[in-house]
């Protein structure tokens, strides 16, 4: 069994920073990418961040590209996501996912599409006021 832990969520003004966590947890787990995602009330789940785990090629959204960066601890098979410049438009639920080595959902579909991931954490809430 696979979890996804995130951590780091919360309450800013515009401006500011805040860094998510994302901790896997679980066995016999072989991590082909990870990525944050994140949704809005009304909104569809959208792509924000991923990161290839073997090369550690990262790829951005537009609208976070800049100011979003997407990190790793591969000791701990931890991915992180530094957010600077928060503005209002960035206030969602930011979700967790992971590709795992094994699957054929990375190699059928881009890593910047939630298809592309077998598993996903709870979700943490950002919510930035201007």
Known sequence: QVQLVESGG???QAGDSLRLSCA????????????????????EREFVATMRWSTGDQT?????KG???ISRNNAYNTVYLQMNSLNAE????YYCAAAARGSTKAGQYALTTNLAYDYWGQGTQVTVSS
Request: aromatic share 14%.
């Open 10 to 12: 919360g309450s800013v």
């Open 24 to 43: 896997t947890r679980g066995r016999g787990f072989s991590i082909v990418a990870m990525a944050w995602f994140r949704q809005s009330p009304g909104k």
């Open 60 to 64: 951005y959204a537009d609208s976070v």
């Open 67 to 69: 100011r979003f960066t």
């Open 90 to 93: 960035d206030t969602a639920i």
